[in-house]
């Protein structure tokens, strides 16, 4: 079964040929972070555009570095959202196109789907499993029963781990994005010298909360002598780095409590989205699977950011299953895994 991927629903462009032996045939992710630098953050309608100039290129790519035509595909799948919309657009109907050309099925593949089952391409676990997704866009805990059953245990009431990581540091002077900045400045920090808060600790659900840390960070940068000298700016990545990480670590605690009494079977932890590349992360939230007795997986850098060989992936999970979407399925912003979760006030999915 081969299946090609088509993912731009944020500020990567990308494409991917996979199979369901697990093997990602070919790929190409464009970055657009050079073209948004300058605004700070991504700006919709030039993300719209670039992706509408590079993906059919990057497709071609991706086709002739298999060596595959589009006539031995079994489908093709693409994101149709959550997402900016111009950009889920571009690709959703590219992806229509082309099953229709080539008179193969299309996938309409929810973008969070696809992180959540990455951990099955990376590494073929086992339903269940409990999903960390922390990225630019989403910060949420879930229960991967099954190929479409996802119960959300978490989700932020407000900011995305990764908005509040790219907010913290464009105030303290580090540049964009913030998550990577962060975690280099952080290095040379002290963590103990600004006192932060940790919020949301110690609630008895799972959601997470980033919005107040970050503004205790802009009051205490508010306070400190302008611009921020290279020791300020450390220490306040330092203190800001280890206020999020210890707030994600007890939420993260609390639901692996809760998964492992109702999902006994489960084995594993899984984290994905582009915070995952957090060191700081990765090494507490290793100790708090250790503790829980599960398994921390985080698949690798390239899998968990933003990229097309999750959504072929997802593709195949769906195909194999027996689905697969009308042609005029409707491109949707708002697209949550879990229809049946509350929405938390404030946020996005
Ligand atoms: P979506 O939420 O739709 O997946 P996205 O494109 O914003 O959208 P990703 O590409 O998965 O998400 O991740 C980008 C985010 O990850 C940015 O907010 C970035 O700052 C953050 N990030 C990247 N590297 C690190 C790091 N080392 N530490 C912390 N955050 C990081
Ligand atoms: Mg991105
Ligand atoms: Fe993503």
Same mark, same amino acid.
């Given at each position: 079964?081969?299946?090609?991927?088509?993912?731009?629903?944020?500020?990567?462009?990308?494409?991917?040929?996979?199979?369901?032996?697990?093997?990602?045939?070919?790929?190409?992710?464009?970055?657009?972070?050079?073209?948004?630098?300058? #605004?700070?953050?991504?700006?919709?309608?030039?993300?719209?555009?670039?992706?509408?100039?590079?993906?059919?290129?990057?497709?071609?790519?991706?086709?002739?570095?298999?060596?595959?035509?589009?006539?031995?595909?079994?489908?093709?799948?693409?994101? $149709?959202?959550? @997402?900016?919309?111009?950009?889920?657009?571009?690709?959703?109907?590219?992806?229509?196109?082309?099953?229709?050309?080539?008179?193969?099925? #299309?996938?309409?593949?929810?973008?969070?789907?696809?992180?959540?089952?990455?951990?099955?391409?990376? /590494?073929?676990?086992?339903?269940?499993?409990?999903?960390?997704?922390?990225?630019?866009?989403?910060?949420?805990?879930?229960?991967?029963?099954?190929?479409?059953?996802?119960?959300?245990?978490?989700?932020?009431?407000?900011?995305?781990?990764?908005?509040?990581?790219?907010?913290?540091?464009?105030?303290?002077?580090? @540049?964009?994005?913030?998550?990577?900045?962060?975690?280099?400045?952080?290095?040379?920090? /002290?963590?103990?010298?600004?006192?932060?808060?940790?919020?949301?600790?110690?609630?008895?659900?799972?959601?997470?909360?980033?919005?107040?840390?970050?503004?205790?960070?802009?009051?205490?940068?508010?306070?400190?002598?302008?611009?921020?000298?290279?020791?300020?700016?450390?220490?306040?990545?330092?203190?800001?780095? $280890?206020?999020?990480?210890?707030?994600?670590?007890?939420?993260?605690?609390?639901?692996?409590?809760?998964?492992?009494?109702?999902?006994?079977?489960?084995?594993?932890?899984?984290?994905?989205?582009?915070?995952?590349?957090? $060191?700081?992360?990765?090494?507490?939230?290793?100790?708090?699977?250790?503790?829980?007795?599960?398994?921390?997986?985080?698949?690798?850098?390239?899998?968990?950011?933003?990229?097309?060989?999750?959504?072929?992936?997802?593709?195949?999970?769906?195909?194999?299953?027996?689905?697969? /979407?009308?042609?005029?399925? $409707?491109?949707?912003?708002?697209?949550?895994?879990?229809?049946?979760?509350?929405?938390?006030?404030?946020?996005?999915?």
């Amino acid at each position: 079964m081969l299946v090609l991927g088509i993912e731009t629903s944020c500020d990567e462009t990308a494409a991917a040929l996979v199979d369901d032996g697990r093997n990602v045939l070919a790929q190409r992710v464009l970055s657009q972070i050079e073209e948004h630098k300058p #605004f700070g953050g991504v700006v919709p309608e030039v993300a719209a555009r670039s992706h509408l100039l590079h993906l059919d290129r990057l497709i071609a790519e991706t086709m002739a570095e298999a060596g595959r035509r589009f006539a031995e595909l079994d489908a093709v799948a693409a994101t $149709a959202g959550p @997402g900016l919309i111009g950009g889920v657009i571009v690709g959703a109907t590219t992806g229509k196109a082309l099953a229709l050309a080539a008179g193969k099925p #299309f996938l309409a593949v929810n973008h969070l789907e696809g992180h959540a089952l990455t951990a099955r391409l990376t /590494d073929g676990i086992d339903f269940p499993y409990l999903l960390l997704l922390v990225s630019g866009g989403h910060c949420q805990l879930l229960a991967v029963e099954g190929v479409g059953r996802y119960r959300r245990l978490g989700t932020t009431i407000d900011d995305a781990a990764g908005e509040a990581f790219d907010k913290v540091a464009k105030m303290a002077g580090l @540049g964009y994005p913030g998550g990577p900045a962060i975690q280099q400045a952080a290095l040379s920090g /002290d963590p103990a010298r600004f006192a932060l808060p940790r919020p949301m600790k110690g609630r008895p659900d799972c959601d997470f909360s980033f919005s107040g840390l970050k503004n205790a960070v802009r009051l205490l940068i508010e306070s400190l002598p302008r611009p921020l000298s290279p020791t300020d700016a450390a220490d306040v990545a330092a203190g800001f780095q $280890a206020a999020l990480v210890d707030s994600i670590a007890d939420r993260v605690t609390r639901a692996a409590r809760r998964f492992r009494a109702e999902w006994p079977d489960g084995r594993h932890l899984v984290v994905s989205g582009g915070v995952a590349a957090n $060191a700081a992360l990765r090494q507490t939230l290793a100790e708090v699977a250790t503790r829980a007795g599960l398994a921390l997986l985080a698949p690798p850098l390239a899998l968990c950011t933003d990229n097309a060989a999750m959504i072929a992936w997802a593709g195949i999970e769906k195909l194999r299953l027996g689905h697969s /979407d009308p042609l005029d399925f $409707a491109p949707r912003p708002r697209w949550p895994l879990d229809p049946t979760a509350p929405r938390a006030v404030g946020a996005g999915v």
